[in-house]
């Protein structure tokens, strides 16, 4: 069975720093991946996905960057993290297009101060 | 990006009673998704409806379509105090053809 894992699960980091989050996704093969940041009591935003290897599309433009270095690893980072960089960051997978079902990972807790 | 958006943001029932949620979008579809999240969790897929369907069963859940109206409605029957979460609707309206995520509903069931 298909499983997604991230980490750290919960994150403090001063502003400046910089980001890195990591997303990995087992039993499947080139799975479309997506981070979505969610603000508290807010709905997902999509900020980037991937449908391959060093493919990265960005939905918006912002203080962060994605890559994908391998077919079931994503990454999100940052050089120097903002306030408004808080948030929870969750990453995804879907099988198809990138309109089909998305399986979630169980988010980082991101909180910069 | 267009968006689409529950209705109500809140909504409080007891036990045993049906919740019913809303959720609107603006262009034309090709399916449309409704996801469940926990407390500080990541979300769980719940039903994908598509554009041709008007209706769609799964346990206790049903969700419902109207293209004409641009609406989907998202009952659960029987509720449990489990069911306590917050539920967003999602749409393939996306600029990229990408997913696009309402604000959801939190729903709240007290035992």
């Known amino acids: 069975s298909q499983t997604i894992h991230q980490w750290p699960a919960t994150l403090v980091q001063p502003v400046g720093s910089p980001l890195s989050l990591e997303c990995t996704v087992e039993?499947?093969?080139?799975?479309?991946l997506y981070w979505y940041r969610q603000a508290a009591g807010r709905g997902l935003q999509l900020l980037f996905y991937s449908v391959g290897i060093g493919q990265i599309s960005s939905e918006v433009p912002q203080n962060l960057s994605a890559s994908r270095p391998q077919d079931r690893q994503f990454i999100l980072s940052s050089k120097k993290l903002l306030l408004s960089d808080s948030g929870f960051y969750l990453c995804?997978?879907?099988?198809?297009?990138?309109?089909?079902?998305?399986?979630f990972g169980p988010g980082t807790r991101l909180t910069v101060l | 990006s267009q968006q689409g958006e529950e209705d109500p943001q809140a909504l409080s029932i007891q036990e045993g009673e049906n919740a019913t949620m809303n959720c609107s979008y603006k262009?034309?579809?090709?399916?449309l998704q409704w996801y469940r999240q926990n407390s500080g969790r990541g979300l769980v897929h719940l039903i994908l409806i598509r554009s041709n369907e008007r209706e769609k069963h799964s346990g206790r859940l049903r969700v419902t379509l109207d293209t004409s109206k641009k609406s989907s409605s998202l009952l659960i029957t029987a509720s449990r105090a489990a069911d306590t979460a917050s539920y967003f609707c999602?749409?393939?309206?996306?600029?990229?053809?990408?997913?696009?995520f309402g604000k959801g509903t939190k729903l709240s069931v007290k035992p």
């Open positions: 262009t034309s579809i090709n399916n």
């Open positions: 995804a997978w879907s099988v198809l297009a990138v309109t089909d079902t998305q399986y």
């Open positions: 039993g499947t093969s080139n799975p479309n």
């Open positions: 999602a749409t393939d309206e996306g600029s990229q053809g990408n997913l696009i």
